[in-house]
């Protein structure tokens, strides 16, 4: 069973440019989750998504970032206009539907490079 | 306050030794606790995941809940060198569904 797969590994973008983080949760799994990690920090919460749907985005700066988990696809999380302090690496996790009988496991992260 | 406090370290060890980890938590809504472990560049990796106050063992780890006092703890028992990474620990609340709250991480480092 394939684990948590993005793309790409590394992206270095130039200010005001857009950066698109791609998200394969596991086989069946249909939550996504993306986290930040900040240099010397932990993991911070961004987004919570099912398919099509948005759970919780309270951890989502309010602007120049969304996510999406379509139905067919990826999930994007999309930053525009990037300045140099969402330099960082981005992590992905998915959980199964079963509430109760599993968490979250982490993909590779994608680390974003502004200049 | 911050809702997952853990020491950042740096905790260096000789190989074999018992390593213990450690988190404190605030809010007594957490109710599903993990550990991950973090190499350097890599993504977490799940290594323990408990629900109810107690201990859970794995091989050479132990992970320990006290809820009553809100603290949980990571034993690693003979540990290797490639035990050396960054050790999180992680929460959430009432579902195992739903954003996890990250500690700051411990860098360990077992030498040989």
């Known amino acids: 069973n394939a684990g948590v797969m993005q793309n790409p590994r590394h992206l270095v973008r130039r200010r005001g440019q857009e950066a698109r983080l791609r998200c394969s949760p596991m086989?069946?799994?249909?939550?996504v989750y993306w986290y930040r990690q900040l240099p010397e920090e932990g993991l911070k919460f961004m987004v919570y998504?099912?398919?099509?749907?948005?759970?919780?985005e309270s951890g989502m700066p309010k602007e120049r970032f969304s996510a999406e988990f379509p139905k067919e696809g990826p999930s994007i999380l999309r930053i525009q206009q990037v300045v140099r302090g969402d330099s960082a690496a981005y992590f992905c996790?998915?959980?199964?539907?079963?509430?109760?009988?599993?968490?979250?496991?982490f993909g590779p992260g994608t680390r974003l490079t502004v200049l | 306050q911050k809702e997952v406090e853990q020491d950042p370290g740096p905790l260096s060890v000789p190989e074999g030794a018992i390593v213990s980890l450690n988190c404190t938590y605030s809010n007594s809504a957490f109710q599903y606790f993990m550990w991950y472990r973090q190499y350097s560049r890599k993504g977490p990796e799940l290594l323990m995941y408990t629900y109810s106050s107690g201990n859970k063992e794995d091989g050479r780890f132990t992970a320990q809940v006290d809820k009553s006092s809100k603290y949980i703890s990571l034993f690693i028992r003979d540990s290797q060198p490639s035990d050396s990474a960054t050790y999180l620990c992680a929460m959430n609340k009432g579902s195992t569904l739903g954003r996890l709250y990250f500690g700051r991480g411990t860098q360990l480092t077992v030498w040989p």
């Open positions: 996790a998915s959980s199964p539907d079963a509430i109760g009988t599993d968490t979250q496991y």
């Open positions: 086989k069946g799994h249909s939550h």
């Open positions: 998504l099912q398919k099509e749907n948005i759970i919780d």
